[in-house]
DNA sequence: CTGAAAGCGCTTACAG
DNA sequence: CTGAAAGCGCTTACAG
């Protein structure tokens, strides 16, 4: 606990009350257990430390960073926290780094170019020790740049152009939910995509098409659109696949499960019954698809993980190490959103 | 744009490539606009800023920091991430944050005390300028010592005894929606109330009561149960309720969107139809509200501008002015998980 | 208009 | 076992 407010307490400050030189408290406070030895008598030690709590003496980190160049701060670039997924992740990797000492500086990005550049160009006029970018392009163009600049870096959810990337295997989880698709018989089905440029809604759409693909089908143009990942981008682009086509696939897959939600919103507007006239499946298995009323087909997706695997794989980075992106396994979970539809004959 | 990334470009190589005094550099770059008399001539101040751009010159702010004693970083404590409705606040906190040149350090407490505290301390040990508590517990034990430690800060979202506060008007809100169920002639109504220790829960519950009191309606203890803010909170409580009830209540309040979509899904599983057999209100009104097969009726909280005015309440702060607590004003949204209930006769 | 000095609080090899 | 020095990169009154 500290005390007043005032006069902080330096290391000069226990120093000139102990009677000794800022070095020797300065290495005692750093003496890891084992190297205790080469700091100071232990009788030393003992004063220090004890005096150093009394006044609560807290090291000025900025003090420290300039020295050691190193500030125990990483940055973490997010298209936006109020996606739930990625605010998962953050948790993630928050905890992760609150083990190991460090403090995330979280910023959204929202998805636009000029914003993602300039809060990396902020985090690295902070001197972060590294990054990791949730937000990352799949064509990588600030990636190499970054790289360039020396800071390391890892992407956690979207993979881009061959940087370490912690993510869901965002392929096979599309081809899991065609799977599930095709073994209830839809063969008119469509696609809710996301965005053309995030690797997740990508792969995850891609995996999709190629079972398809392989069982024979091909999916006609207007059975597939991209959109924003949240509700409104699900809802807008379910209500276009709609508006466009004759009648309605007997399926839609929503690459998230907010967008999931946004078209369950879109079917709810002209009529059209969830898990009755139609199925609907979502990728993530967020906290909302289990509560609806009819519960959302969806992958799980290890969200949490992903942002711990993601921070300690910096933290080997920043250790000097080596590291390989990870690519988890996702699981699908079956519900009523798809097991009560029956495919149109 | 930096270049190399080898030897970091500091004052010094500034003021020896221009065979000027580091001083005079610094004067120069940061002069304001308006007081660039007397940083140097105008001749010197366009070859400073010229090479400054050429060698993409960053001040360090570890040393900047040490210096001023300022750190241009603001803590903010949140209870989780996921919370959408932290997440939105989030958001419009780093916004206005953005804007002052202050970054923001983002970190989940769970409402866990022995979290809180350390995340606090923390935050004081990297001498943030300012906090913004979103984790808030009613009594304020806490902030009473961070208070008597001299760092500035406000609550967002939760208020707590006394300290200068962001909230949405939660006790006006927690009234609209009785006045609307009463309204609809709702008289066997029961509540999901959220943490106990938390204002938003404590205020929207007082104000749902005392409408209902005001009406000679008093609820019984059945009636009335505390959870978690979350889905699973809202659910496990909802089920409660239903259990320990001979029969269902005509409506249910829940003080989270979260907790009501919980409770959409624990009516579910009863077989109890939202919007038929029952009238659910939310608060909030989070994204999922308007995209549920029965569009959920809550109260609109400003959650963006919360975060925003919280930051800028904190700026004002920051700069030694005074603040006064915000109550900003909900709005009732009416949808039809209340609309298209009857209540029982 | 510009320079020189002092100092923020720490760390780290180097002496002794 | 402990001290002394140097220096990280910046800012800010103060001289001149």
């Known amino acids: 606990m500290g005390e007043v407010s005032d006069p902080p307490v330096t290391l000069r400050t226990l120093a000139d009350r102990l009677g000794l030189h800022v070095s020797t408290v300065s290495r005692v406070l750093h003496a890891k257990p084992g190297e205790t030895q080469r700091a100071a008598s232990s009788a030393?030690?003992?004063?220090?430390?004890?005096?150093?709590?009394?006044?609560?003496?807290?090291?000025?980190?900025h003090a420290s960073s300039l020295r050691t160049k190193r500030s125990n701060l990483v940055a973490?670039?997010?298209?936006?926290?109020?996606?739930?997924?990625?605010?998962?992740?953050?948790?993630?990797i928050e905890e992760a780094a609150g083990e190991?000492?460090?403090?995330?500086?979280i910023t959204s990005t929202k998805d636009v170019p000029?914003?993602?550049?300039?809060?990396?160009?902020?985090?690295?006029?902070?001197?972060?020790?590294?990054?990791?970018?949730?937000?990352?392009?799949?064509?990588?163009?600030?990636?190499?740049?970054?790289?360039?600049?020396?800071?390391?870096?890892?992407?956690?959810?979207?993979r881009a152009a061959g940087y370490p990337a912690v993510t869901c295997d965002d392929y096979v989880g599309g081809r899991m939910v065609a799977d599930h698709l095709l073994g209830l018989g839809h063969t008119d089905v469509a696609v809710v995509a996301g965005r053309p440029y995030a690797s997740t809604g990508i792969d995850r759409a891609q995996g999709f098409l190629d079972a398809y693909a392989d069982a024979g089908i091909e999916l006609p143009t207007?059975?597939?659109?991209?959109?924003?990942?949240?509700?409104?981008?699900?809802?807008?682009?379910?209500?276009?696949?709609?508006?466009?086509?004759?009648?309605?696939?007997s399926a839609v897959f929503a690459v998230t499960d907010a967008a999931a939600l946004g078209a369950v919103g879109a079917l709810r507007d002209r009529g059209i019954r969830v898990g009755t006239d139609i199925a609907v499946a979502g990728f993530g298995d967020t906290a909302i698809a289990a509560e609806l009323p009819?519960?959302?087909?969806?992958?799980r997706s290890p969200m949490h993980r992903i942002g711990r695997i993601g921070l300690e794989l910096l933290g080997e980075l920043l250790r000097g190490g080596q590291v390989a992106s990870r690519r988890l396994r996702p699981e699908l979970v079956i519900r009523e959103s798809t097991t009560s539809a029956r495919p149109r004959p």
């Open 222 to 249: 207007h059975r597939f659109t991209h959109c924003a990942f949240d509700e409104r981008g699900g809802h807008e682009a379910t209500a276009r696949l709609l508006d466009q086509a004759t009648r309605p696939p």
């Open 44 to 61: 030393t030690i003992r004063r220090v430390r004890k005096l150093a709590d009394e006044l609560g003496y807290r090291p000025n980190p």
């Open 114 to 158: 000029a914003l993602r550049r300039a809060r990396a160009e902020l985090a690295l006029g902070q001197r972060v020790d590294g990054i990791i970018f949730g937000d990352a392009v799949v064509d990588g163009a600030l990636l190499a740049e970054i790289s360039a600049r020396g800071t390391p870096f890892v992407l956690v959810n979207r």
């Open 294 to 299: 009819v519960p959302l087909t969806t992958v």
């Open 76 to 92: 973490v670039l997010v298209p936006r926290l109020s996606d739930t997924v990625l605010a998962a992740i953050c948790e993630g």
């Open 100 to 105: 190991r000492g460090l403090s995330t500086i």
